[in-house]
């Protein structure tokens, strides 16, 4: 029973490590383009990188919702400037419009 028991903790434990493995970075010789484009996507993936300095990188968008009887238009939209390294300046605004009775 004893053997039984370490052999299922040595299997555990080799395949916890290969997990574990697996969520190294990557260290690949591959350089990173510092002026790729840095989208973000809040509660998707937000990233915590920054654009390269002297860029301008613009993320904008449409949103269209039915609010049962009521409507609504936005368009996100956020400017980010790149200031220095690992710093920028982000700008954000929407235009929204609604139409249509909202329900009480």
Known sequence: MRARAVAC???ALVVCSRVARA???DRSTTPVD??????ERPTVATHA????PGWVELETGMERDNLHGAHAFLTPTVLKLGIAPRVQL?????????SGNAPD
């Open 23 to 25: 969520q190294e970075p």
């Open 9 to 11: 903790a040595a299997i």
């Open 49 to 52: 990188g920054t654009i390269a």
């Open 90 to 98: 982000e700008l954000a605004s929407s235009f929204v419009h609604f």
């Open 34 to 39: 510092p002026h790729a484009a840095q989208p």
